[in-house]
């Protein structure tokens, strides 16, 4: 599948170096300008040894360089950075003579080489491609670092500016001891949110305690909360320690909390108060060292949506909150998400990465991933085993049975206004002016499918 990736904005393509390698002065300062002009950071460098001196795996760029060069040539220079990071995309620039030279280093892992003389837009449009690799690789690997190897880690992948403040917010306020509440759907992530949280913070050694409250009956969740004594009731034979007693000095992470009956609601909001438990059949008050992380697919900000959750433990756990965006509202991500998903479910399953037909790229573009992150990796696993299905969820409606004409392209016409937003930012005027529709219809039809503009304003 040839996927296409929305061009990287200026901003995106000055968070990466471009070295730009050359003993030509008067070439290498020409090209070095005309890359800066074009938003890149690019930096000089008048041979291979002077690159190498600063150079080191996890190098946040790309390297450009010509191929014929006095000592050590592009070749060797581009042997030597794949045994520092064999990941770090190099372009080859080669006269005529050396294009066999160069081809042979593509089939080594080159990124990329232009024949000489090359467009300028030629080497700026192979440098956004390459960019956007680059900083994918980076990004899969600061996650995995971050989750601690989990795969998990893979559903906050993204290059949106919604997920790039949310994978910051998550660095800001891990080694803060403050509770928080994380809002998302079914399958966006909100368990990785909550242990990322606990794997950053300086509370990573001991226990990260989760407790799903929607699993449990009532008759059981206030004895898994808070522990109990010895004939607390009938068959307590024997003491058991609370799940926020055990978490002491860690996590705990309350999922589903909106499904959390009413009677342990206020048992909870006065441990959170006073950072004191009393088990079931017991009178002694234990402090506990506590921080708890509490996850819900509901606003409970909402009296209508919220029932009978108790408006106090709302407002004592809504100190911080974090929304993790559905999957509908950062599409550019998708690509991203389903080619690291593909490929990891191919290696899992001992396979090669298929080919991908038309009917599994429409469906990546028409479906609304109700299920989110969840439902794009199983996706993925399915096509890495070749059980996709022939005709796109996407294409099918709420009750099941095929959608109509006018809701496909109701899904497409959503999918575009969204893909719009993200390219600027969320930007009214900027936003209308690229679909080429009135401001009130842009309005009409954010309401008729529920796109939320200002989530993709950049900096919110």
Known sequence: MTARTPGATTADLAALEVAFVDDDADLRDANVQ????AGFRATPYGGGAALLERIGPDFPGIV???????GMDGIEL????KAIDADIPVVLISGHADVAMAVEAMSEGAYDFLAKPYAGARLIETLRRASEKRALILENRR???MAGGAEEESALIGVTPAMVRLRQTIRDLADIDVDVLVLGETGSGKDVVASL???????RAKPFVALNCGALPDSVIESELFGYEPGAFTGAQKKRVGRIEY????TLFLDELESMPLSAQVKLLRVLETREIAPLGSNDLRRVDLRVVAATKIDLGDPAGRGDFRQDLYYRLNVVTLRIPPLRERRRDIPLLFTHFLARAAQKY???PPRLDRAVERHLV????SGNVRELLHFAERVALGLSEPAPTGAMAANGVPASLPERLGTIEANLIREALEAHDGDVRATVQALGIPRKTFYDKLARYGIERAAYERGK
Not at 78 to 81: N, P, Q, T, V, Y
Not at 247 to 250: K, L, M, T
């Open 197 to 203: 949280l606990h794997t950053l913070s300086r509370r």
């Open 143 to 145: 996650l995995r670092a």
């Open 350 to 352: 001992g396979r090669s």
């Open 34 to 37: 005309a890359l800066q002009l």
């Open 78 to 81: 581009f042997r030597r950075l």
């Open 64 to 70: 450009v360089t010509d191929v014929r060069m006095p």
């Open 366 to 369: 028409e479906n609304d991933w």
């Open 247 to 250: 978490s002491s000095g860690g």
